[in-house]
């Protein structure tokens, strides 16, 4: 029994980037990026309720007033604005819903 030759290899892409090729690239991209946003928002609402809790004046953290009162406010207002998305058809999109 012979061995097959090795197939030729395919040809390069006919450009470089990552714009998407077809629909169903497009799909999994918008997907994924609206995924990764939903768990990034998830994480902020993490972080903005331990932060509210926190006193990072204190040990193990020693920030000063003014650096502590500048990441609550940070994260307050990013968690408000990231509440404040509509999240219905982003939901749609990923499946969620």
Known sequence: MAIPPDPEPPAPPETIG???RNATEVNGL???????????????NQDQNFFAAADLKGPPYYFTA????QIK??????DADLDAIDMTFITRLIGMA
């Not at 003014?66 to 009162?69: F, K």
């Not at 406010?73 to 990013?78: G, R």
């Open 73 to 78: 406010t940070a994260f307050s207002q990013l």
């Open 18 to 20: 990552s714009n998407p």
């Open 66 to 69: 003014d650096q502590e009162t």
């Open 30 to 44: 918008v997907g994924l990026h609206l995924r990764q946003f939903t768990t990034v928002k998830g994480v902020i």
